[in-house]
């Protein structure tokens, strides 16, 4: 099998790699404790380990991937990881919100956060936030009901989405969490990602990962 290219990409001076995230490489890393364990800290949070339990509320991960169709094989490549386990940010509406609904007795929302979002703009979350600017509606990259899951008695829930592009879309580089499909609602976490663009019948692969303790 031809092993799938990799592409290289500045942001901000720092040049990131695009690798196979079961490549040998990293496996090998893995086995001989040579990969970092550790993500950056931000102002939500101040833990840089990738244990949850290590975090305070609503501190968490967002990992995208992509996954290019190849259109000779009429198959799609390797997933590929274009960013992982980058922080997000708590918006001061998604605290609010997650009090609400697990203390209040009126007045909660009818659903959770767990409808996705992704931008082509270039944002720079705060905790002010009440949307994701300039959020796509088109090209198979509209806003989607992720798919929950968490284990009884543990710390962590993940929310996974994989949009499927059909069209051209240059930059797609950020992501949100709302409450609702429709445009609007809660904005609870955004992060960033490294800035990919697709062609139609690419894949964009997103795990957030999040803590509630």
Request: charged residues 15%; contains cysteine.
């Amino acid at each position: 099998m031809t092993s799938l290219r990799e592409d290289t990409k500045v942001n901000d001076g720092l040049g990131i790699k695009v690798i196979r995230y079961n490549s040998w490489q990293r496996k090998a890393k893995r086995a001989f404790g040579l990969e970092p364990r550790t993500v950056k800290a931000n102002a939500n949070c101040k833990s840089t380990s990738l244990d949850l339990a290590d975090h305070t509320f609503g501190c968490g991960f967002l990992t995208a991937q992509v996954r290019r169709w190849n259109s000779e094989r009429k198959q799609y490549n390797d997933w590929q990881v274009i960013t992982e386990n980058q922080h997000n940010l708590l918006t001061n509406g998604g605290r609010d919100f997650f009090h609400q609904q697990c203390y209040k007795d009126s007045g909660l929302g009818t659903a959770g956060t767990a409808w996705v979002a992704v931008t082509t703009t270039a944002v720079t979350p705060a905790a002010g936030d009440t949307t994701l600017s300039g959020e796509m509606t088109t090209l198979g990259f509209a806003r989607a009901l992720g798919t929950y899951a968490h284990t009884a008695g543990t710390n962590a829930t993940t929310n996974t989405v994989t949009y499927t592009a059909t069209g051209t879309a240059t930059n797609v580089q950020a992501s949100g969490l709302f409450n609702q499909l429709a445009v609007g609602g809660t904005l609870s976490h955004e992060a960033t990602f490294t800035a990919t663009s697709f062609v139609s019948g690419d894949q964009l692969g997103l795990t957030w990962t999040l803590n509630l303790g």
